[in-house]
């Protein structure tokens, strides 16, 4: 079982900075990440993509993060991160941490963390 843990979430002035951090694990099972990503949702809204890395480094932003967020990976550890610069009131939302890998069995599967708050006050 794959699990995937997210971190650094919390509330921010406007202008401020945060670092979000995802963990994936799993025991007694061997796999490969393909791709990270972080998606976020706001009350009432549909869960987006905000960022995504894949393993040789290739990154995809949505436009409305791009030159404020940036996304990094650590392969070795099987970590992601997402350093948040000048946030502003609509990056409020819950973060999530998305997971796309295969396992020995040569299965591809997409696995979900629980989700960070963010919250950025005007």
């Known amino acids: 079982q794959v699990q995937v843990v997210e971190s650094g979430g919390g509330l921010v002035q406007a202008g401020g900075s945060l670092r979000l951090s995802c963990a994936a694990s799993a025991s007694g099972s061997i796999f490969t990440i393909v791709t990270m990503g972080w998606y976020r949702q706001a009350p009432g809204k549909q869960r987006k993509l905000v960022a995504s890395?894949?393993?040789?480094?290739?990154?995809n932003y949505a436009d409305s993060v791009k030159g404020r967020f940036t996304i990094s990976r650590d392969n070795a550890k099987n970590t992601a991160f997402l350093q948040m610069n000048t946030l502003k009131p609509e990056d409020t939302a819950v973060y999530y941490c998305n997971v796309y890998l295969v396992n020995s069995g040569l299965q591809f599967g997409d696995y979900w963390g629980q989700g960070t708050q963010v919250t950025v006050s005007s």
């Open positions: 890395i894949s393993t040789s480094g290739d990154t």
